[in-house]
């Protein structure tokens, strides 16, 4: 039982690539998120998925897609990289509506933009 | 809008000491609040979360309180331990018992030394 896996773990782009980072749990749990860390910022909220077939923007969208593939999988798609997208990006899961309260993270992607 | 503000860090201290990270909140109707850790190279796991006012969340010996009045939920242990040092983030959801759309404050670093 993996939990959530974020592939990859490092990446390194120059101004104007695209790219697509994965994400994908095992825990069967219906919402997932993509969150941006930055330093002295916490973590903020990129897009999220409620459910299957959903999404939605959180507080910072632009630069960004999402694509919910199926209930595994959630990925963040960057189509023209910008050195302000330099950040450490995490995937999370949650199971809202069944009394369970917890968002389980992956091990989070470090994204360098040159 | 919603926000979480916690003390500036790093936060040193020599082991067994005792600890307390402040959290305060600004939320509209009865959010609820989570205490989350960040091991060095890892994701978010959740340590403590509390739903309602007056609620104490307590787990691996740390403790916070759901203080509505002071719209305040601090962390804390009575005696750390080397293990402890990592990030701690206190967040909060706008939905009563719910963990969705987190709002996170900017992180504490605490380091704790033999």
């Known amino acids: 039982n993996a939990g959530v896996t974020q592939t990859p773990k490092f990446q390194v782009l120059k101004t104007g690539q695209s790219m697509t980072l994965q994400c994908a749990q095992d825990?069967?749990?219906?919402?997932m998120y993509w969150y941006r860390q930055d330093p002295g910022m916490g973590l903020r909220l990129i897009y999220y998925?409620?459910?299957?077939?959903?999404?939605d923007k959180g507080e910072v969208p632009n630069g960004y897609n999402v694509s919910r593939l199926n209930k595994r999988e959630f990925s963040l798609r960057l189509e023209s990289a910008a050195p302000s997208q330099t950040s450490v990006y995490f995937c999370?899961?949650?199971?809202f509506g069944t009394g369970l309260y917890e968002q389980y993270f992956g091990p989070g992607t470090r994204l360098t933009v040159t | 809008g919603n926000s979480v503000t916690q003390m500036e860090g790093p936060v040193t201290l020599s082991e067994e000491a005792f600890l307390t990270i402040n959290c305060t909140y600004t939320a509209t109707g009865y959010p609820s609040l989570f205490w989350y850790v960040q091991y060095p190279g890892e994701g978010l796991q959740l340590l403590l979360k509390a739903t309602k006012a007056d609620d104490k969340g307590s787990n691996k010996g740390f403790e916070a309180t759901y203080r509505k009045e002071t719209t305040s939920f601090h962390l804390e242990k009575g005696s750390v331990q080397v293990s402890d040092s990592a990030v701690y983030f206190c967040a909060l959801s706008p939905f009563t018992g719910g963990g969705n759309k987190l709002t996170f404050g900017t992180g504490t670093q605490l380091k704790v030394e033999l």
């Open positions: 998925s409620a459910s299957e077939g959903t999404t």
């Open positions: 825990m069967n749990h219906n919402s």
């Open positions: 999370a899961a949650l199971e």
